[in-house]
């Protein structure tokens, strides 16, 4: 998700927003690991030394759901820097939605502001340009950060991609929810797929390495990207709709093709991408997991988990209420958005927990953890 009205804006709305989002900042309450929360008091030695030996890659994670200027400005804190440090994952996919006229401004802004974030806390953080930038962070124990859009309205034309590649953007959605010039979003009402100019800018995007995401398209743009694309795309935080019948997730046939091109599908925590009814909790993630390795193999799904590492449920009440009323209604929003024991910064140990008690090997489990999105970056990224 990630979206409007927590994507960034111009700074002028931002300002405005600074006091209501002020509760949003992490404290040292909040995210200072304590003896109890470590993960070896928690988790078993296979889940720890799975993980820990891993390239784990969050292919949809925003460092922050907090989007004022304080939240990159300001110093990473002491609490924060234990928190990334502790959590696991070695890739964050820090992505936004950028819509309508204001969308070329508002991304520039985003990578400005992330990536100089990013440079000025470079004892956690690393920015990633390659692929081997990944395996080189996990290498000095550092938060690999890929730079990425949810959408593609920043593109006013096809030079346009090439001049954000540039400037550090590695992977771009097509459309968001609604129609754009490329295509339909999944929650359109009609669908019709992609259009000239997105085949333009898909092969200005394969031109130049970089990654097309259509987690958020409809159907039939889902199906014609794929087509598309000589290269292989991602579905980088979606889930299957063949267990859960909701307009944001993907069915059997996308799923299919996307895989037969060597793409791969990020599996997200959003509760009601995971299940229609309650309880939901990590084991119906893996249920998802589960149904792409039958239906197409191990090598095609990952992980894309749509949070930062403390969960939208960790918003104030305020903003928690303008972000689900941003939505139309067949987002169908229940009480709650994270899903059970997948809704804290150590999410990634459960689900290994939750992969082992499912019987998966070591090995896939590494793929599910972060390899098979390590490949696909290897083979799509210039």
Same mark, same amino acid.
């Given at each position: ?197 997105? !085949?333009? /800018? ?5 031109? %130049?390495?970089? *990654? $097309?995401?259509?987690? =958020?398209? +409809? ?63 990590? !084991?119906? /993630? ?5 149904? %792409?390795?039958? *239906? $197409?193999?191990?090598? =095609?799904? +990952? ?80």
């Amino acid at each position: 998700m990630s979206d409007s009205p927590l994507r960034l804006t111009r700074r002028r709305t931002l300002q405005a927003m600074a006091g209501v989002f002020a509760a949003l900042a992490l404290t040292e309450v909040d995210a200072a690991p304590t003896a109890a929360q470590d993960p070896k008091n928690k988790y078993s030695s296979k889940v720890l030394d799975l993980v820990q030996r891993s390239l784990v890659i969050d292919m949809l994670a925003p460092l922050k759901l907090d989007f004022r200027p304080e939240a990159y400005a300001l110093p990473l804190t002491d609490a924060e820097a234990a928190m990334f440090r502790t959590c696991g994952i070695t890739g964050f996919h820090n992505s936004v939605g950028v819509r309508g006229a204001s969308a070329y401004d508002d991304a520039l802004e985003f990578i400005a502001a992330w990536s100089g974030f990013v440079g000025r806390n470079t004892h956690v953080f690393s920015l990633v340009g390659k692929a081997d930038d990944l395996d080189a962070a996990k290498g000095k124990q550092k938060i690999a950060v890929i730079m990425g859009l949810q959408n593609a309205d920043e593109f006013r034309e096809p030079k346009d991609v090439k001049a954000f590649y540039e400037l550090g953007l590695r992977c771009a959605q097509l459309t968001y929810n609604t129609q754009n010039l490329l295509g339909s979003g999944s929650t359109e009402r009609v669908d019709g797929g992609i259009s000239d100019y997105g !085949e333009q /800018i898909i092969k200005a995007m394969n031109e %130049v390495g970089m *990654l $097309v995401d259509v987690s =958020h398209s +409809g159907d039939k743009t889902t199906l014609d990207a794929i087509e598309l694309s000589p290269k292989p795309i991602a579905f980088t935080h979606s889930n299957c709709r063949a267990l859960n019948n909701h307009p944001r997730l993907k069915t059997d046939e996308a799923i299919r093709k996307l895989a037969a091109k060597g793409g791969v599908m990020g599996i997200t925590g959003v509760r009601m991408f995971v299940k229609d009814k309650e309880p939901t909790t990590v !084991e119906d /993630i893996v249920d998802h997991i589960d149904h %792409v390795v039958k *239906l $197409v193999g191990i090598d =095609h799904v +990952g992980i894309g988990s749509d949070s930062d590492l403390m969960g939208y449920d960790h918003m104030p009440p305020d903003q928690y209420k303008q972000l689900k009323a941003g939505y139309k209604a067949s987002y169908a929003f229940r009480d709650k958005i994270d899903t059970d024991a997948f809704d804290h910064p150590r999410k990634v140990y459960d689900l290994t927990a939750a992969l082992i008690r499912r019987g998966y090997s070591d090995s896939n489990i590494q793929a599910i953890l972060g390899g098979n999105f390590r490949r696909l970056l290897g083979s799509t990224w210039t």
